[in-house]
Each structure stands twice: as C-alpha cells, then as structure tokens.
C-alpha cells in the first residue's frame, strides 16, 4: 500500500454518485507525478511531472497515480482570522472519466470519495485513480487482451493427462499475443470539495494521456524453452502499480507464472524432465 508523506492525510476510499456546482479557478491540478519507486512506494511533492504512462491490460488491475494540486486562494491579512481560515478547502473526493483519442466516452465518470484538507495558498499530492479498474476491464475485453496469468495456463498448463506438452512452435502462441500499439486513452479527471466557509468548489478538468499494450510489460523471452518456463527460477518482480509504467520501470518475469508448474513435460514430441542435462 502507498503513503503519503506530506500534510494531506487520506482517510478513506469507496464509491459514490455525485456532482458539484461552482467552479473555483484557485483550486486546480497543476499535474500527475511519476509513480514513486519500490519498495517504499512513497510519493512526494518534489517528485518529477509525468508526461505520459504506459499500461498492459494483460497486467494492470487499475491505475492510480498522486495528483499536485493546488489551492491558490490567498490567506487574508488582518484580524479576521474566521474569514482566513475559511479558504481553507476539505476535499470530498475526484471525479474520473476516460475518453479515445477521437473523444468518445470510454468509461465513467465514477466519482471516489475520500477526505483530505488543503490549506489556503498551498500545493500538495492527492492520490487518486488515473484509470479505475472498471475502464481497465472494459478495454481488455475490447481489445481482447488475454491476463498474462491466462495465458500462462493455455500454453503452459497442464492437458488432461497432467502433463504439459509444447507443441512446436509453441511460443508464438505467446507472441501472438502480444500486442505493443493498441490506441491511447485520456483520463480527464477533477477534484470536488468546500472551503470551510461551506462554498462549494471543483479543480479544472485535468487530462492525461495513457499508452496501452496487450502483455508487453511481460519478459516472456524467459519462457522460451520449457526448460526456462518451468525450472527456472523466477526474477524478482517490484512495483508500485502493477502493469503500469511512468517514468522508470520493470518488466514481469513470465516464469513467475510458469516456475514450478511441473518438473515433467514433453516439448515438440520429446519428454522433458528440470532434471535432464
């Protein structure tokens, strides 16, 4: 699970309907940041702007990222100190919707609540969904992208007999599931909240774009042979969103699918033992 490790405590997640009404230019998404590295997955408000993120849809359940927004309304001078404190905001939660890159409605909007507050004057991360998992889903099947965990089992699985067999030419099966260009997405997102004057307020539409894929933040070139697949051990596999990359990242060793699933198997008619020279 990440942190947060700035002022902005986040005390609760879910879903809801809802909408907002005025819109307050002072508070506003000035950006996304680049997901922070693991294992401490802690973002922070000196972390570099994403520009772009890369998605498998074999891999990503969702995709959250850490939002900088800020609240540019100026603390007042003077002894009125009830109406400064009122431009102060508490945050009620953002609203997400995901559009193609002619416009059309992918998914959303789906509005996720949680509490955070932002000072008057001030900057601070909010973490939030870039894509949540509903649009995730819809555009796998759209695309028919096949779960790197499925396809696993289809080409390496057991048959009936319990034994696996690769036939010859097995691993284009895999290839031939992998696709490295699938159309981008734009994620237009808002934050909603109220001063605590009790005035409604709303970020600007903010929107980012996203590169999607089909298995290829997979290293399926360790499952080459079955004797790779099946008696190798696995590379240790890192993250702090799965199957999305911005700005640094890793791939996922396929034999963290594969290792282990059995120690016999016949490969392009031959029997194959992890133990065999």
Not at 148 to 168: I, K, M, N, Q, R
């Amino acid at each position: 699970m990440r942190c947060v490790t700035t002022a902005m405590a986040v005390l609760a997640v879910g879903l809801a309907a809802g909408s907002c009404v005025d819109n307050e230019q002072s508070f506003y998404i000035e950006h996304i940041k680049v997901l922070a590295d693991p294992p401490s997955c802690e973002s922070n408000t000196g972390d570099a702007k994403a520009s772009a993120a890369l998605l498998d849809l074999a891999l990503a359940d969702s995709f959250r990222g850490y939002y900088y927004i800020t609240n540019g309304t100026m603390i007042r001078k003077g002894h009125d100190t009830l109406k400064a404190e009122s431009n102060g905001i508490l945050i009620d939660g953002m609203e997400v919707y995901v559009i193609n890159v002619d416009g059309a409605l992918v998914g959303g909007p789906e509005f996720f609540q949680f509490q955070g507050y932002l000072a008057p004057d001030s900057s601070d991360i909010a973490p939030g969904y870039v894509v949540p998992a509903s649009v995730v889903r819809t555009l796998a099947d759209a695309h028919g992208c096949k779960s790197a965990a499925d396809l696993a089992v289809d080409v390496f699985g057991s048959t009936g007999a319990g034994v696996p067999e690769l036939p010859g030419g097995f691993y284009q099966a895999v290839l031939d599931e992998i696709e490295y260009d699938l159309p981008a997405i734009y994620s237009v997102v808002r934050f909603l909240g109220h001063t605590q004057g009790g005035k409604e307020v709303e970020t600007n539409e903010y929107s980012f774009m996203v590169q999607l894929c089909c298995n290829c933040l997979v290293n399926w070139h360790n499952c080459f042979s079955g004797k790779g697949a099946y008696c190798e051990e696995p590379e240790e596999y890192q993250t702090c969103n799965e199957g999305v990359i911005s700005g640094s990242g890793s791939t996922k060793d396929c034999r963290l699918y594969t290792y282990g699933l059995t120690s016999v198997w016949t490969e392009n008619g031959v029997s194959n033992t992890c133990d065999a020279e």
